[in-house]
């Protein structure tokens, strides 16, 4: 059967705009073209810009009318579910069931992000020194902001940038990786339906050295919003310089197995949490640090359930892993593993590739120099490592330049309250792994991983100004 190729435009200004450069997107299992999307000129990105600053200065968009946007938004969605899950499995290569998954949260962060806009309030300020003076702040938008987003979540790490911005106030760009535009795009056109203002959502494709660069430098975008690499995020920093940015960047997060945890538990939820989207998570499971006392049943019932994964097409209901978002990467993959073994690491099983599937690996003997470790491998790989002490775990988790999120497995109540301040993360999952993330959180990590934090409630203080008011009632 051929596969219809979808032919998108750029939504600029309220409207649907072609160009004459085209890029075509590959379902990454057939490797068929799927879709093919406008690149976005030097001209065209000015213009986008220009129209966000004019709705920013002129164009009303009341809280009132920002929440039910946003409400009708994730009605819409709703009813086009399936759609969306098909067109993120088909270009994305994320299993059909966890790509309704992403639909389904999704949904969600548009409602609670709805609610934000309701609860955009300033406060009034005791005055203790100072008589004849009334003190209170307010909160307004921060001004255009630029959403520059990554493929391995790209309907709902969109939203978690647009729908704040929205609900702020604040016109967005989505700036999508090219190789998962699709889905930014249809969702451009539910905004559009739910009768988002002229000029408030607004979306270009093009590559980051070219579209994106031109986004940084414009002086006019107030806050940048990205998702990806520590690199991309430094580069950011330097090049918008006193501008805001959220930036949620790299992690090789790390999971605590300790002697009095729930083993078969832990054996279970790590050997899903480990490949899920072929490791193509930011807080994907790659490290694993086992109390040596339970280390071989851990082991035994890990592989076990490795074992049981089934690799394959993302359409298909059952297949756990899919494949990754290109061959260049399932190349640089193999050639990290391959440089570990050369190096001493064993492998328990998976090391192989079949186009752009690599298939699920499990490693030990490994080393903290190796790029499998030190490095995010953002790929389905995860070393296993055996330790003494709780304190010698804490050590092996801290002991890296990222620190997103980290999650224990243990019985023990003390331990679980005193551990989030041992561990040099921003999120602490106890009980399950530290793949674990729900939309209503504080998200964001520390050191190489970023700074700030999404989550509609969160992100949200971060795109908006607080203003204070003194007024002089004597005067």
Same mark, same amino acid.
């Given at each position: 059967?051929?596969?219809?190729?979808?032919?998108?435009?750029?939504?600029?200004?309220?409207?649907?705009?072609?160009?004459?450069?085209?890029? @075509?997107?590959?379902? @990454?299992?057939?490797?068929?073209?799927?879709?093919?999307?406008?690149?976005?000129?030097?001209?065209?990105?000015?213009?986008?810009?220009?129209?966000?600053?004019?709705?920013?200065?002129? *164009?009303?968009? #009341?809280?009132?009318?920002?929440?039910?946007?946003?409400?009708?938004?994730?009605?819409?969605?709703?009813?086009?579910? $399936?759609?969306?899950?098909?067109?993120?499995?088909?270009?994305?290569?994320?299993? &059909?069931?966890?790509?309704?998954?992403?639909?389904?949260?999704?949904?969600?962060?548009?409602?609670?992000?709805?609610?934000?806009?309701?609860?955009?309030?300033?406060?009034? /300020?005791?005055?203790?020194? *100072?008589?004849?003076?009334?003190?209170? #702040?307010?909160?307004? +938008?921060?001004? *255009? *902001?630029?959403? /520059?987003?990554?493929?391995?979540?790209?309907?709902?790490?969109?939203?978690?940038?647009?729908?704040?911005?929205?609900?702020?106030?604040? +016109?967005?760009?989505?700036?999508?990786?090219?190789?998962?535009?699709?889905?930014?795009?249809?969702?451009?056109?539910?905004?559009?339906?739910?009768?988002?203002?002229?000029?408030?959502?607004?979306?270009?494709?093009?590559?980051? =050295?070219?579209?994106?660069?031109?986004?940084?430098?414009?002086?006019? &975008?107030?806050?940048?919003?990205?998702?990806?690499?520590?690199?991309?995020?430094?580069?950011?920093?330097?090049?918008?310089?006193?501008?805001?940015?959220?930036?949620?960047? %790299? =992690?090789?997060?790390?999971? /605590?197995?300790?002697?009095?945890?729930?083993?078969?538990?832990?054996?279970?939820?790590?050997?899903?949490?480990?490949?899920?989207?072929?490791?193509?998570?930011?807080?994907?499971?790659?490290?694993?640090?086992?109390?040596?006392?339970?280390?071989?049943?851990?082991?035994?019932?890990?592989?076990?359930?490795?074992?049981?994964?089934?690799?394959?097409?993302?359409?298909?209901?059952?297949?756990?892993?899919?494949?990754?978002?290109? !061959?260049?990467?399932?190349?640089?993959?193999? !050639?990290?593993?391959?440089?570990?073994?050369?190096? %001493?690491?064993?492998?328990?099983?998976?090391?192989?590739?079949?186009?752009?599937?690599?298939?699920?690996?499990?490693?030990?003997?490994?080393?903290? =120099?190796? @790029?499998?470790?030190?490095?995010?491998?953002?790929?389905?790989?995860?070393?296993? #490592?055996?330790?003494?002490?709780?304190?010698?775990?804490?050590?092996?988790?801290?002991?890296?330049?990222?620190?997103?999120?980290?999650?224990?497995?243990?019985?023990?109540?003390?331990?679980?309250?005193? &551990?989030?301040?041992?561990?040099?993360?921003?999120?602490? /999952?106890? $009980?399950? #792994?530290?793949?674990?993330?729900?939309?209503?959180? +504080?998200? %964001?990590?520390?050191?190489?991983?970023?700074?700030?934090?999404?989550? +509609?409630?969160?992100?949200?203080?971060?795109?908006?100004?607080?203003?204070?008011?003194?007024?002089?009632? !004597?005067?």
């Amino acid at each position: 059967m051929v596969q219809l190729v979808e032919k998108q435009k750029l939504f600029v200004n309220g409207e649907w705009i072609e160009t004459d450069d085209m890029y @075509k997107i590959y379902n @990454k299992y057939t490797g068929e073209v799927f879709s093919e999307v406008p690149m976005a000129s030097p001209e065209l990105v000015d213009k986008v810009v220009g129209a966000a600053v004019y709705a920013y200065k002129k *164009v009303p968009f #009341t809280p009132e009318y920002r929440h039910s946007v946003l409400l009708r938004v994730a009605e819409l969605l709703k009813q086009n579910r $399936n759609d969306f899950a098909e067109t993120i499995a088909q270009e994305g290569g994320k299993p &059909i069931t966890d790509a309704h998954l992403e639909v389904n949260r999704s949904i969600a962060t548009f409602e609670m992000a709805a609610d934000e806009a309701k609860k955009l309030v300033g406060e009034i /300020i005791p005055n203790y020194n *100072v008589q004849g003076r009334f003190l209170y #702040t307010v909160k307004k +938008p921060v001004g *255009v *902001v630029a959403a /520059i987003t990554p493929f391995n979540f790209p309907l709902n790490l969109v939203v978690h940038k647009v729908a704040p911005a929205l609900a702020a106030g604040n +016109p967005v760009i989505i700036k999508p990786a090219s190789d998962t535009a699709t889905t930014a795009l249809k969702l451009c056109k539910l905004l559009e339906t739910a009768g988002v203002p002229k000029g408030y959502v607004q979306c270009v494709t093009g590559g980051g =050295s070219t579209v994106g660069e031109q986004l940084l430098n414009d002086q006019r &975008i107030a806050h940048y919003t990205f998702t990806g690499s520590p690199g991309v995020g430094k580069h950011i920093q330097k090049t918008i310089g006193l501008r805001k940015a959220t930036l949620e960047l %790299g =992690s090789n997060s790390a999971t /605590i197995v300790h002697h009095d945890g729930d083993i078969e538990q832990a054996a279970a939820k790590l050997a899903k949490m480990s490949f899920a989207n072929a490791g193509q998570i930011c807080i994907s499971v790659q490290r694993i640090f086992v109390q040596k006392s339970v280390a071989e049943r851990f082991m035994e019932l890990f592989l076990r359930h490795v074992a049981e994964l089934k690799v394959g097409d993302p359409l298909n209901p059952e297949t756990n892993v899919g494949p990754m978002i290109s !061959e260049k990467e399932a190349i640089r993959i193999e !050639e990290w593993v391959n440089e570990a073994k050369e190096a %001493g690491v064993l492998v328990l099983t998976g090391g192989k590739r079949s186009g752009n599937i690599y298939y699920p690996t499990v490693l030990t003997n490994v080393a903290k =120099s190796m @790029k499998v470790v030190a490095e995010e491998v953002f790929a389905p790989v995860v070393s296993v #490592t055996v330790y003494d002490n709780i304190e010698e775990a804490i050590e092996l988790v801290n002991d890296s330049k990222y620190g997103l999120q980290a999650g224990i497995y243990t019985k023990d109540l003390n331990l679980s309250f005193k &551990i989030p301040y041992l561990l040099e993360v921003g999120g602490v /999952i106890v $009980n399950d #792994t530290c793949c674990f993330r729900t939309d209503q959180m +504080p998200y %964001g990590g520390v050191k190489e991983s970023g700074n700030g934090k999404e989550g +509609p409630a969160y992100a949200i203080q971060e795109l908006v100004e607080t203003v204070t008011v003194v007024v002089n009632i !004597e005067g």
